[in-house]
């Protein structure tokens, strides 16, 4: 005789499936809680990581023990541009300790770029075009210089010129140029040594904000004007 299949309204069989349930999500749960973490450590690896403030190079943009969201992959795909945010591995010219490899600054010039300062309203000059900073940093009455003394560069192919926002208290480009002497590559950074884009201050929630790249960039044309060629000397009489 064939078996019948069990009526679920009756008997004794349904009185062990909620039983048998809970046994089972008990024997799957440290396979999902394993899952879940290598998703994290993936994610983290590989596509956001989070990062907190230790110091005030960045101020007022950034305050100490802020904390802030990284992409990185977008730069997989291209280039830092100029006036964005990011966290990237410090040469070890710029290390206080070995410990502290982490840096963020702000992009201010890509390579080629021709970086002066400044023009008589006292900003810096990115390939001819005066730049507007509205993020230096300030302490309500005197904001900080763009240069802390006359300078023009060209970026090497494959570097960057990064600045911090209190420029007076920031071991960045400038600081690093003048303590070389002129050292252009000891002053830029590699970008492959960019570890991504800080895009969000997500905490505090008080100062949650988007790191977007202040409009007065837009401006800044690609690759410096040719300079005109000299004047040649007139012949005397």
């Given at each position: 005789?064939?078996?019948?299949?069990?009526?679920?309204?009756?008997?004794?069989?349904?009185?062990?499936?909620?039983?048998?349930?809970?046994?089972?999500?008990?024997?799957?749960?440290?396979?999902?809680?394993?899952?879940?973490?290598?998703?994290?450590?993936?994610?983290r690896a590989f596509v956001l990581q989070t990062?907190?403030?230790?110091?005030?190079?960045?101020?007022?943009?950034?305050?100490?023990?802020?904390?802030?969201?990284?992409?990185?992959?977008?730069?997989?795909?291209?280039?830092?541009?100029r006036g964005e945010v990011i966290v990237f591995?410090?040469?070890?010219?710029?290390?206080?300790?070995?410990?502290?490899?982490?840096?963020?600054?702000?992009?201010?010039?890509?390579?080629?770029?021709?970086?002066?300062?400044?023009?008589?309203e006292q900003r810096l000059i990115i390939n001819?075009?005066?730049?507007?900073?509205?993020?230096?940093?300030?302490?309500?009455?005197?904001?900080?210089?763009?240069?802390?003394?006359?300078?023009?560069?060209?970026?090497?192919?494959?570097?960057?010129?990064?600045?911090?926002?209190?420029?007076?208290?920031?071991?960045?480009?400038?600081?690093?140029?003048?303590?070389?002497?002129?050292?252009?590559?000891?002053?830029?950074?590699?970008?492959?040594?960019?570890?991504?884009?800080?895009?969000?201050?997500?905490?505090?929630?008080?100062?949650?904000?988007?790191?977007?790249?202040?409009?007065?960039?837009?401006?800044?044309?690609?690759?410096?004007?040719?300079?005109?060629?000299?004047?040649?000397?007139?012949?005397?009489?």
């Amino acid at each position: 005789m064939d078996e019948q299949p069990t009526d679920e309204s009756t008997g004794d069989q349904p009185s062990g499936e909620p039983a048998a349930r809970r046994g089972s999500f008990w024997r799957e749960l440290p396979i999902l809680l394993g899952v879940a973490i290598v998703v994290a450590i993936l994610v983290r690896a590989f596509v956001l990581q989070t990062f907190y403030i230790p110091s005030v190079s960045m101020q007022h943009t950034l305050e100490i023990n802020d904390r802030v969201l990284v992409n990185k992959v977008v730069y997989h795909f291209r280039d830092p541009a100029r006036g964005e945010v990011i966290v990237f591995e410090a040469p070890p010219e710029w290390r206080s300790n070995t410990a502290d490899k982490d840096f963020i600054k702000r992009v201010i010039g890509v390579s080629g770029d021709r970086i002066e300062c400044c023009d008589p309203e006292q900003r810096l000059i990115i390939n001819g075009q005066p730049l507007d900073e509205p993020y230096l940093y300030s302490d309500g009455a005197v904001s900080d210089a763009a240069a802390a003394a006359p300078f023009e560069v060209t970026v090497p192919d494959g570097r960057l010129w990064l600045l911090g926002d209190h420029r007076s208290s920031s071991g960045d480009s400038m600081d690093h140029y003048q303590r070389s002497g002129g050292d252009l590559q000891e002053a830029t950074v590699d970008k492959d040594a960019v570890i991504g884009r800080a895009f969000v201050l997500f905490w505090p929630p008080s100062r949650m904000t988007w790191l977007s790249v202040p409009g007065s960039f837009d401006a800044v044309p690609d690759g410096p004007p040719e300079r005109e060629p000299p004047v040649p000397a007139q012949p005397g009489n």
